[in-house]
């Protein structure tokens, strides 16, 4: 009989089974419907030797200092400041919008000053900010919007930032300053030896069984687990019940050239051209020196895995029909980005599982009698 069974290993279910296993003693089943662990955040070397991002680029970053120092305990890190470019007008350009992207897209030399007045005059009034249009036109103005955002947000969502809530492009800043950061985070590393070799670090534990091409539908009915973690998507927990949540997805091109450098940066965006997004360049995030170079090409789809809730008010509305269920069931326990359709980094999964597993604790005591606390040694990193 497992204490847990714990369905994804993604960040989410990984560092709850890490958690529930050292701090409960208690044993867990594992469990990912993928032949590997790591979720969306798994890497892997291609078949030239060059390390690889399966599901797209994932780059670290938080504000959060315990959380870095709680991954910490599992990896060693490489400082990586994250700067993408953005093909626009036939120009490589920096995105976020700074003041080079301006400067360089007009032939301007405006300084810092310059460019708050340029951006006021070309602001939007557009009263309440509510959609993921009114946050850029009212700071930059149509066409800035029209050339960086519209173009690209209709690509990657299938929908118009005017039907998109306004936290998807208030993702990407914009500034006045020379800062090409991507993220503005405190913390911004990669994983030394990758996200893989850390999960694996994570949930090696003897406490923690793992089993992957397991599916809980195939699994819930063969074994036996006193309390149930879920980090997959919640509509399909619920067989639909209220119908399908949507989520949007992205079919992955992985490509090898034979050329040491093929991009700038580690990644460059494609808002005004072609049918992906952006292209990633994987030796920039990861440090490796290798002769070839590995690259990644995502095509936003409908079709296949879920990546992204699509943050709109009806799909919250629907998701929260499916939350008032999974409220009702004390002893199933729905953490992760599928679980609880939100749009979060890496770092605010992290957050919420370690928040998750503090009420877990609140609610049943170690030594409360719903099981007996069996403490094992960690193994030594
Ligand atoms: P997941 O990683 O999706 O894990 C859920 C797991 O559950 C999956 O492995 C799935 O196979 C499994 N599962 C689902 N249903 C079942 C079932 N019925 N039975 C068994 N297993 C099941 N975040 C950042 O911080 N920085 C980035 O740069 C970044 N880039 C990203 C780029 C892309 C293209 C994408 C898609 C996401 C990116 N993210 C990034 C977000 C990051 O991937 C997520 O925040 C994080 O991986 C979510 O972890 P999770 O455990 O909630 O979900
Ligand atoms: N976005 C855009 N143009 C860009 C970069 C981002 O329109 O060059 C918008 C787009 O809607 C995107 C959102 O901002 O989905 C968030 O971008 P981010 O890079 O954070 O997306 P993610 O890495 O999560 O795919």
């Known amino acids: 009989m497992y204490d847990w069974l714990i369905v994804g290993a993604g960040f989410a279910g990984s560092v709850l ?40 680029p994932h780059i670290f970053h938080t504000n959060a200092k315990q959380i870095f120092d709680y991954l910490s305990r599992f990896t060693e890190w490489r400082p990586y400041e994250h700067r993408v470019l953005a093909e626009v007008d036939g120009m490589l350009v920096p995105i976020p919008i700074n003041l080079d992207t301006v400067n360089k897209l007009y032939g301007l030399h405006l300084t810092s000053e310059d460019l708050e007045q340029w951006f006021a005059e070309r602001a939007e009034d557009v009263g309440e900010i509510r959609t993921s249009e009114d946050v850029v036109v009212s700071k930059v103005g149509r066409e800035l919007y029209e050339k960086f955002f519209r173009g690209y947000t209709r690509k990657q969502w299938g929908l118009d930032p005017s039907e998109l809530d306004k936290s998807v492009t208030a993702r990407v800043p914009t500034r006045t300053n020379r800062d090409d950061r991507y993220f503005g985070d405190e913390f911004q590393f990669m994983p030394k030896y990758g996200y893989t070799r850390m999960f694996e670090r994570m949930v090696r534990h003897p ?54 450098w093929h991009q700038s940066v580690g990644v460059v965006n494609y808002p005004q051209t072609y049918d992906y997004t952006r292209v990633t360049e994987y030796k920039h995030l990861t440090g ?17 895995d879920p990546y992204y809730p699509v943050p709109k008010p009806e799909n919250q509305a629907l998701y929260k029909q499916y939350e008032r269920l999974a409220e009702a069931m004390p002893d199933v326990w729905f953490v992760g980005r599928l679980a609880t359709y939100r749009y979060y980094n890496m770092d605010q999964i992290v ?23 069996r403490r094992a040694a960690r193994i030594p990193l």
């Open 288 to 304: 490796q020196k290798h002769a070839k170079t590995a690259l990644t090409y995502e095509f936003p789809t409908d079709e296949g």
């Open 351 to 373: 957050g919420q599982a370690l928040a998750t597993f503090r009420r877990i604790n609140e609610t049943l005591p170690i030594g409360s009698g719903f099981t007996m606390p």
């Open 207 to 260: 406490n923690i069984h793992v089993m992957t091409q397991a599916d809980y539908h195939d699994v819930k009915d063969l074994v036996p687990f006193r309390r149930l973690i879920y980090t997959g998507p919640i509509d399909e927990y619920f067989d639909f019940r209220f119908g399908k949540l949507p989520y949007r997805s992205l079919r992955f091109e992985h490509v090898t050239l034979d050329e040491e």
């Open 17 to 56: 089974a890490e958690r529930i296993a050292v701090d409960r003693g208690e044993r867990v089943l594992l469990i990912d419907r993928r032949n590997h662990i790591g979720g969306n955040a798994y890497d892997r070397y291609d078949e030239e030797g060059l390390l690889i991002h399966q599901y797209g």
